[in-house]
T-cell receptor, first 113, second 112 residues
Framework: AQTVTQSQPEMSVQEAETVTLSCTYD???????LFWYKQPPSRQMILVIR??????QNATENRFSVNFQKAAKSFSLKISDSQLGDTAMYFC??????????FGAGTRLTVKP | DGGITQSPKYLFRKEGQNVTLSCEQN?????MYWYRQDPGQGLRLIYYSQIVNDFQKGDIAEGYSVSREKKESFPLTVTSAQKNPTAFYLC???????????FGSGTRLTVV
């Protein structure tokens, strides 16, 4: 069974600074996707970024980028130029080709003014 | 616009009552999911359905039931057998593993 581990329950960062959230996973599969979801206080789950395991190039979406290390089974999220609106819970997720998605326990990020 | 609609947003249940949470999607997705989220916690899978008229138990199915009579709808019933139902419930659907899940806005259920 796949497992996803987020080892940082809480993190904080100053506005305009950069922060990196960690995620590791365990799987024996070769073809899968990895995701980062953001859950702000409204509790709506919002897709931040996704990465296909077969692609070596790290995904980037504006201020959000990932560092995908397939051999190490690591998938960290970097947020550049942090904004107050980035304050949220962030969930790392693994999805196999059976549409089975597994989530980490989440990291609560606070951006301080 | 396509999306997932969960209703109601807030729901109160008395002890011993069954309540049903609605989840409707117009994304033409085959797969749908129900998750439970407790305060400060991650998401735990209750039930999922990959196709109409078929569904499987997730990790915490006891005290819950579902149906999938239409592709668009996947209602969740919280039965009186669920001893601690107070939580936030999220419904999701998937159009394929390269797209991930699309989530509804959730239902907060409280036992009174």
């Amino acid at each position: 069974a796949q497992t996803v581990t987020q080892s940082q329950p809480e993190m904080s960062v100053q506005e305009a600074e950069t922060v990196t959230l960690s995620c590791t996973y365990d799987t024996s599969e070769n073809n899968y996707y990895l995701f980062w979801y953001k859950q702000p206080p409204s509790r709506q789950m919002i897709l931040v970024i996704r990465q296909e395991a077969y692609k070596q190039q790290n995904a980037t979406e504006n201020r959000f980028s990932v560092n995908f290390q397939k051999a190490a089974k690591s998938f960290s999220l970097k947020i550049s130029d942090s904004q107050l609106g980035d304050t949220a819970m962030y969930f790392c997720a693994f999805m196999n080709n059976n549409n089975d998605m597994r989530f980490g326990a989440g990291t609560r990020l606070t951006v301080k003014p | 616009d396509g999306g997932i609609t969960q209703s109601p947003k807030y729901l109160f249940r008395k002890e011993g009552q069954n309540v049903t949470l609605s989840c409707e999607q117009n994304l033409n997705h085959d797969a749908m999911y129900w998750y439970r989220q407790d305060p400060g916690q991650g998401l735990r899978l209750i039930y999922y359905s990959q196709i109409v008229n078929d569904f499987q138990k997730g990790d915490i199915a006891e005290g819950y039931s579902v149906s999938r009579e239409k592709k668009e709808s996947f209602p969740l019933t919280v039965t009186s057998a669920q001893k601690n139902p107070t939580a936030f419930y999220l419904c999701a659907s998937s159009g394929g593993f390269n797209y991930g899940y699309t989530f509804g806005s959730g239902t907060r259920l409280t036992v009174v």
